[in-house]
C-alpha cells in the first residue's frame, strides 16, 4: 500500500518503535520518584527539554510536553479566556483547525472577531494592522501556519512581527509546519504546538512552546507546575528520536514540492476540469488538495484503495465534528464540490516516482469509476 494521508499521521519510524521499547524497558519509573534509577529519567527528561529549547530557541521553561496540538491549542485558549477581561475579543484566522476555533468559540462566545482573506484564501495583512491599531486590541491572535487541509502556508512571520510590535499575544498552530518547514523562526510566536505523530512520532505526545507562562492544569509540580500529571517520559524520548530522523531527512525538503507540482499539472491534463485547491500560493511541500471534476471523493478514495494508494476526503477530524471544512468555507465551496474534494499528503520517504504512481492511479481510477457509471446507466435502462 503506498500511504499518501501524512497530514492525518505519519507511520511510526522503526528508529522511533525500537526508543519507545527500549525506554518502556529502561526508563519507566516516575522522573518525580527519590531513587536513582528514576532521577535517571528526570535528568534525561530535563535533556530533551533543553533539547528542544535549543532547536526552538526558546528558554527551556517555556517548553512543555503535552499530549499534543489537540491539548496545547485548547490550553491557550482556556487559559487567556481566564486571564483576560470579560468582554476581552480574540482575533482568529479563517482556517483554523477545529482545535483552535470550537474552543475559541467556546470560551470567547460571541467575542471571537475573523481576520477577514484575501481572495486567495491568504490573510489579510492590512485588515489586520488595522484592526490591531484600534484602541481596544485584541486579547489574543491566533493563525495556522500551514492547513492541515490545503497545505496553504500563512504569513505567520509577518503576523508575529506585527503583534510583537503591538505587544498582542499570538499563538500559531505550527502542527503541520513542525517536521516539514524550519523551526528557526518559530520563536517569535508567544505560544507554538506541535504532535510528534505528525513527524514519524508516537500519538498522544508533543509541546507546547509558550512563553507567556500561563499555567492550567493543576493537581502537582511536573511541567514547571504548568501541566500536572505524570510525565510521558517513553514518548518524549521517541518523539525526539523522531525528530532526529527528520532532520536527517530534512536536506532542501521545500524543493520536492516540484514533485507534488508535476502530478498536480499531469492530473489538470489528463483528468480535465480537475482543480488544485490553493494552488497559486505556497504551500506545504507534501499536500494537494484537489478538486475533482466528477465522482464524490469516497468514490475515489475507495478507488484509489483497491488500487493500492491511501489518500483522504481532507481534515480526518473533520471525520468527527460536523464535516465542515475551513477551506471549503474560505474559497466558497458549494456542497457538491465539497464532496468531491480529494487530499493526498507525502512524508519524509516519498519519492518522485512515488508522486508519479500516483498520478498515474488517479488517471486508472477515474477510467475505472467512467466505466462503471456507463455501466450502470446502461443496467438502469
Ligand atoms: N492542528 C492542526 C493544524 C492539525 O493538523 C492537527 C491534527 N490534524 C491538530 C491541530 C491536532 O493534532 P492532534 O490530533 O495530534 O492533537
Redesign the pocket.
Known amino acids: 500500500m503506498s500511504y499518501f494521508d501524512n497530514?492525518?499521521t505519519t507511520p511510526v519510524h522503526p528508529s522511533v518503535i525500537e526508543a519507545l521499547s527500549r525506554c518502556c524497558k529502561e526508563d519507566w519509573r516516575n522522573p518525580s520518584s527519590p531513587y536513582r534509577l528514576a532521577s535517571r529519567t528526570k535528568a534525561k527528561l530535563s535533556y530533551a527539554r533543553e533539547q528542544w529549547s535549543e532547536l526552538l530557541k526558546v528558554n527551556p521553561a517555556d517548553v512543555i510536553f503535552s499530549?499534543?496540538?489537540?491539548?496545547s491549542?485548547n490550553w491557550i485558549l482556556a487559559s487567556y479566556a481566564q486571564n483576560s477581561p470579560a468582554d476581552a475579543t480574540i482575533l482568529i484566522s479563517t482556517s483554523e483547525?477545529s482545535?483552535?476555533s470550537e474552543p475559541a468559540n467556546f470560551w470567547f462566545k460571541n467575542r471571537v472577531e475573523e481576520i477577514p482573506n484575501q481572495t486567495d484564501g491568504i490573510v489579510c495583512i492590512d485588515s489586520l494592522i488595522r484592526r490591531l491599531e484600534e484602541s481596544r486590541r485584541p486579547a489574543l491572535v491566533c493563525m495556522?501556519a500551514a492547513?492541515?487541509e490545503s497545505g496553504i502556508v500563512q504569513p505567520w512571520e509577518k503576523v508575529a512581527k506585527l503583534c510583537q510590535e503591538r505587544n498582542v499575544p499570538f499563538h500559531c498552530?505550527t502542527?503541520?509546519w513542525v517536521g516539514k518547514l524550519p523551526l528557526s523562526d518559530l520563536h517569535h510566536c508567544s505560544s507554538f504546538?506541535a504532535?510528534a505523530?505528525?513527524f514519524g512520532g508516537p500519538?498522544g505526545v508533543?509541546w507546547l512552546v509558550d512563553q507567556n507562562s500561563t499555567r492550567l492544569q493543576f493537581g502537582g509540580g511536573q511541567e514547571g507546575g504548568r501541566r500536572a500529571g505524570t510525565e510521558n517520559f517513553p514518548s518524549i524520548q521517541a518523539m525526539a528520536i523522531a525528530w532526529e530522523y527528520c532532520l536527517s531527512k530534512s536536506d532542501d525538503l521545500e524543493a520536492r514540492s516540484i514533485w507534488r507540482d508535476q502530478m498536480e499539472m499531469d492530473l489538470l491534463d489528463r483528468i480535465p476540469g480537475t482543480k488544485v485547491i490553493g494552488g497559486g500560493n505556497r504551500r506545504l511541500w507534501n499536500t494537494s488538495f484537489l478538486l475533482m471534476p466528477e465522482f464524490q471523493n469516497l468514490d475515489w478514495v475507495t478507488g484509489l484503495e483497491k488500487i493500492g494508494f491511501e489518500v483522504s476526503t481532507g481534515?480526518?477530524?473533520s471525520v468527527f465534528s460536523d464535516g465542515s471544512s475551513p477551506t471549503a468555507r474560505t474559497y466558497s465551496l458549494n456542497p457538491m464540490e465539497v464532496k468531491r474534494l480529494v487530499r493526498v499528503s507525502s512524508y519524509l520517504d516519498h519519492t518522485h516516482e512515488d508522486w508519479r504512481e500516483l498520478g498515474d492511479a488517479f488517471v486508472q481510477c477515474y477510467e475505472k469509476l467512467l466505466s462503471n457509471s456507463k455501466d450502470s446507466r446502461v443496467i438502469s435502462l
Open positions: 497530514n492525518a499530549s499534543g496540538a489537540t491539548e491549542n483547525h482545535s483552535v495556522i492547513s492541515n498552530d502542527t503541520q504546538t504532535s505523530h505528525k500519538r508533543g481534515s480526518a477530524c
